[in-house]
C-alpha cells in the first residue's frame, strides 16, 4: 500500500534520503507506533505534480489557443485522460508529499488483526463506495484521494482529521539510518533485499530525478535489487518507479542537463525462479494518472521490464563478461539489466575495484542479515591501502 502525506509545515520536516519515521493511527489505538522508511526524495516535497484539485489526477498545461490575444496571460490546464477539457490554475495544486511503502499483513484472514490491514480498512471506511465487504460496510477502490476545505470553502489537498475528530495519522520522525551516507561518496554501491528495497527508491530517486541535474554527488551508482521471483506481483509499484526514472534520466541527459560524468547501473537478481512458467498477475497501473506529452521516446515500457523480470532469460553467472560482450542484450532495459540467479559479489567487487574512478566507495545495504554479512566480507576483501581504495558498508537489517 502506497501512501503520501505531506507534513502541515513543510519547513519543519527535513530528512535524508534513507531515513525513517514512525507512524500513528489514533483510530486504531492512541499509544502504537510503527517504523516506515521514507520512499520518496526530499526534493518530492517540494516538487510535486501539478494535480487537479477535485480528483488527484495530474494536469499539463493546454496548448495556447493560436487567436488568443498576445498580450494575455495564458494559465489553462488539462489532463492527459480528457485533453479537450480545460481547467483555470485555480482549479490545480502541487501534490508535494512524502511517500511510505507499507505491506498490508494478514488479507488471508476473515478478520483484521494486524495493524497494517487495520489501516488500509480504516482508509477504506473514509472512502465509501459501491463494494460491501464481509461486515456489510461499503468500500472504494484505490487509490483514494482526500480532499478537505479550507476556511472560505475552497478544495485544499489531503485531509488532517477522520470521521471521529481524531488526526488520521500521526508522525514521529524523521529518524537516522545508515543509508542516510550515501551523499558523502561520489561513487556508491546501493543494495537493497526484500523490503530493503524501499530506501534504495528514496536514494535512486533522488539521484537520477534531482541531485544529478543539480551536479551532486554521488557521481557513480551501482544499484543491486535482489528479489524472489514469486515476490515481484508484490513489488510491481517498483517496476513503475524504475520505468518513470529511467525515462525522466533519459529526457535529463538528451537535453544536455545531465552531465557525462554521471553514471547508472542497475542490476535485477530474480531467484528461485521456476523451471516452468506459471500464471501470475497482470501489471497494474495507476488510475487517471498521465505524463506530459514529449517528443522522446522511452527506451522500454514498465510491462516489458515486468515481463523481463518474470521470466528472466540470462543467468547471472558471468554476468561481468555477459555485460562487456553484449551491451544490448536482450535482459537490457536502458540503465537496467535483468538475471536469472543470485548475484556474485565476489565478481562483482572485483569488477567495481578494477574500474573504480574514486578511491572511497560507498556501499549501502538494506536487507537480510546474511546478504550483509556477505558484503561485510567483500568490503574487507577489496579494501587495500596499498592499492588506495577503500569499501566502507552501512547496513541496516530488515
Not at 227 to 252: D, M, Y
Not at 377 to 385: E, F, H, I, L, R
Request: charged share 25%; with cysteine.
Amino acid at each position: 500500500m502506497a501512501l503520501q502525506i505531506r507534513p502541515i509545515h513543510k519547513e519543519h520536516f527535513q530528512f535524508k534520503e534513507g531515513q525513517y519515521l514512525y507512524l500513528n493511527c489514533p483510530y486504531i489505538s492512541p499509544s502504537e507506533w510503527h517504523p516506515f522508511t521514507i520512499s520518496s526524495a526530499q526534493d518530492d516535497l517540494n516538487n510535486g505534480p501539478r494535480v487537479l484539485l477535485e480528483t488527484g489526477e495530474e494536469v499539463v498545461e493546454a496548448p495556447r489557443p493560436a487567436d488568443w490575444p498576445s498580450d494575455e496571460k495564458w494559465a489553462r490546464y488539462t489532463t492527459v485522460s480528457n485533453p479537450k477539457k480545460r481547467y483555470e490554475k485555480s482549479d490545480t495544486g502541487y501534490n508535494d508529499y512524502i511517500s511510505l511503502h507499507i505491506k498490508v499483513h494478514g488479507l488471508d484472514a476473515p478478520k483484521a488483526k494486524t495493524w497494517t490491514r487495520k489501516l488500509k480498512e480504516y482508509f477504506e471506511l473514509m472512502n465509501p463506495g459501491d463494494k460491501v465487504d464481509g461486515n456489510g460496510l461499503t468500500k472504494g477502490k484505490f487509490p483514494f484521494y482526500f480532499t478537505r476545505r479550507d476556511g472560505r470553502g475552497d478544495i485544499m489537498i489531503g485531509r488532517q482529521y477522520g470521521p471521529d475528530g481524531l488526526p488520521i495519522i500521526r508522525v514521529d520522525g524523521p529518524h537516522s539510518a545508515p543509508a542516510e551516507h550515501y551523499s558523502n561518496y561520489r561513487t556508491i554501491m546501493l543494495i537493497g533485499a526484500g523490503i530493503g528495497l524501499t530506501p534504495c527508491m528514496s536514494i535512486l530517486t533522488a539521484m537520477t530525478r534531482y541531485r544529478w541535474k543539480k551536479n551532486f554527488t554521488p557521481e557513480i551508482l551501482h544499484f543491486y535489487w535482489v528479489v524472489r521471483h514469486n515476490e515481484i506481483e508484490s513489488f510491481q509499484w517498483i517496476v513503475h518507479a524504475l520505468t518513470e526514472l529511467q525515462f525522466h534520466l533519459l529526457k535529463l541527459r538528451a537535453n544536455g542537463q545531465v552531465e557525462a560524468k554521471y553514471y547508472c547501473e542497475i542490476n535485477i537478481f530474480v531467484t528461485a525462479v521456476p523451471k516452468d512458467d506459471v500464471p501470475h498477475l497482470p501489471l497494474l497501473r495507476p488510475n487517471s494518472v498521465g505524463v506530459a506529452p514529449s517528443n522522446i521516446r522511452p527506451a522500454f515500457t514498465a510491462d516489458e521490464l515486468y515481463e523481463g523480470m518474470l521470466r528472466p532469460t540470462i543467468s547471472s553467472k558471468g554476468m561481468t563478461n555477459y555485460m562487456k560482450s553484449n551491451p544490448m542484450a536482450q535482459n537490457r532495459f536502458q540503465d537496467i539489466w535483468v538475471w536469472n540467479g543470485r548475484p556474485n559479489w565476489d565478481e562483482i567487487f572485483k569488477e567495481v575495484r578494477e574500474n573504480r574512478q574514486h578511491a572511497d566507495i560507498g556501499v549501502c545495504f538494506c536487507g537480510a542479515a546474511a546478504i550483509g554479512a556477505d558484503l561485510k566480507t567483500m568490503c574487507d576483501k577489496y579494501s587495500s591501502v596499498g592499492d588506495d581504495i577503500l569499501f566502507s558498508l552501512h547496513k541496516e537489517n530488515f
